[in-house]
């Protein structure tokens, strides 16, 4: 590497494109080593290696060698005034914008066309690609943000035309779907009839077990438990009241056959018989046995009585206990009634099935197996916005990356992209290598 430490240290704190002694002297090097002006890689790499300066600063003095190159090499006699310094602003903000995301001059930027405001540069020095350790940028294309957005657009709108909406991830197309409440109503029913037939299985009837599970499904078990809980208690009940009426009807029968018994045995001696004048005297030979029997007869009439009194009750019982058992029956037989049953499984779980639709209609769509696009034709379903806010969403959604292709934008198989900001603009950078 040449000493050239002496030279720097004289003045090498120049901004922007100022020539400075230290320059001029290296200017008077590249000469003497038979580099001409426009070999700027040639300057660029003489400077950076054989110097030892940086990338951008030898860039910059091999573009100032460039713009004011000496056939004679006499730099010596050129006065501050005569150096011609080169200005940025004569260059497109395109232009400028690429040697600033490179922190580099933009006059090592050649443009591959005659327009001031060409999008393609190709460098002329070694640049290397960020993040591509060894490898130099070949040719860089600037955009502005707003042109990229629009390419996405554009390129979303042409995958819509030739694919349709089967081209989006249900995720994202998922808020955008809106179910045909009487296509969905009908598919719901005949999806609850269609489950209703796998559970019966050609069967008959189903069993209980299979029942309980179906209640389940459409969220009714709870209400199943309370009506079976009250029928079954208002039916014991009844049976317990029967049961104890019973009882007591068998204990009432008991009573008449004594009271029965006694009656006759009353009647039998009291009867009178024609003995002539000894009648009072018969009669008076049994009448502490009547009066026995007739006490008897009282207290088993006043049991019976309360008896039957009981009985009445109970029966007054049953009847308000039933009453009660039929309100609740009336509703319990949607359950045990496998006719009643069925029309009330078909009907809830249509509802449920409506609503799982409503909540997740793509799933409606999934599930039903046919395409995004079918379903939309068929009227199963329909998008509650137009395509150009579901093209604007998706590239929010998405990101405008997903939809852009920086080796197509800069016909480059082996290529690379980026964003940044210049002079209050949003640009966008495809680098080839």
Do not use: C
Not at 140 to 151: E, M, R
Not at 263 to 276: F, N, P, Q
């Amino acid at each position: 590497m040449i000493k050239f430490k002496n030279i720097l240290n004289e003045d090498s704190s120049g901004t922007d494109y100022s020539i400075t002694t230290a320059y001029v002297k290296i200017f008077k090097v590249l000469f003497k080593n038979n580099i001409k002006g426009e070999e700027v890689l040639k300057s660029s790499n003489f400077i950076q290696y054989k110097i030892g300066l940086s990338l951008e600063e030898s860039a910059k003095i091999a573009i100032l060698y460039k713009f004011n190159y000496k056939p004679d090499g006499d730099f010596d006699e050129v006065k501050d005034s005569q150096w011609v310094i080169p200005s940025e602003e004569s260059l497109s903000i395109y232009h400028r914008a690429a040697g600033d995301y490179f922190n580099i001059t933009p006059f090592v930027f050649k443009s591959f066309s005659n327009n001031s405001n060409s999008q393609v540069y190709q460098p002329v020095v070694n640049i290397p690609v960020p993040r591509r350790r060894g490898i130099d940028v070949d040719t860089v294309k600037l955009l502005l943000a707003s042109d990229v957005y629009d390419i996405a657009y554009n390129k979303i709108k042409r995958n819509l035309r030739d694919e349709g909406y089967d081209y989006f991830e249900s995720d994202f197309l998922e808020p955008f779907i809106e179910l045909d409440d009487e296509s969905a109503m009908y598919n719901a029913e005949e999806s609850a009839k269609e489950e209703w037939g796998n559970y019966l299985n050609k069967k008959e009837s189903l069993k209980l077990a299979t029942k309980e599970g179906m209640i389940e499904q459409i969220h009714l078990d709870e209400e199943y438990e309370n009506l079976k809980y009250y029928v079954e208690e208002y039916i014991e009940e009844i049976e317990d009241l029967k049961k104890e009426k019973q009882v007591l009807s068998h204990k009432v029968n008991k009573l008449n056959k004594e009271i029965h018994l006694l009656s006759m045995e009353i009647e039998k001696l009291t009867d009178t018989v024609d003995y002539g004048d000894d009648e009072e005297e018969y009669y008076s030979m049994y009448e502490e046995e009547v009066s026995e029997l007739n006490d008897r007869l009282n207290e088993y009439e006043s049991i019976r009585e309360e008896l039957l009194n009981e009985i009445d009750d109970i029966e007054t019982k049953v009847y308000e206990v039933d009453d009660e058992l039929e309100s609740y029956y009336e509703d319990y037989q949607w359950y045990t009634d496998d006719k009643k049953f069925k029309e009330l499984y078909i009907e809830k779980r249509t509802e449920l099935i409506f609503q799982e639709m409503e909540e997740y209609p793509m799933g409606y769509v999934l599930d039903s197996e046919i395409y995004l696009d079918d379903a939309l034709n068929e009227g199963i379903i329909y998008l509650n916005e137009e395509d150009e806010t579901i093209i604007h969403a998706a590239i929010e959604f998405y990101g405008v990356d997903d939809f852009i292709d920086g080796t197509v934008i800069i016909n480059s198989e082996d290529a690379t992209s980026d964003q940044f900001g210049f002079e209050d603009e949003h640009f966008y950078i495809f680098i080839s290598y």
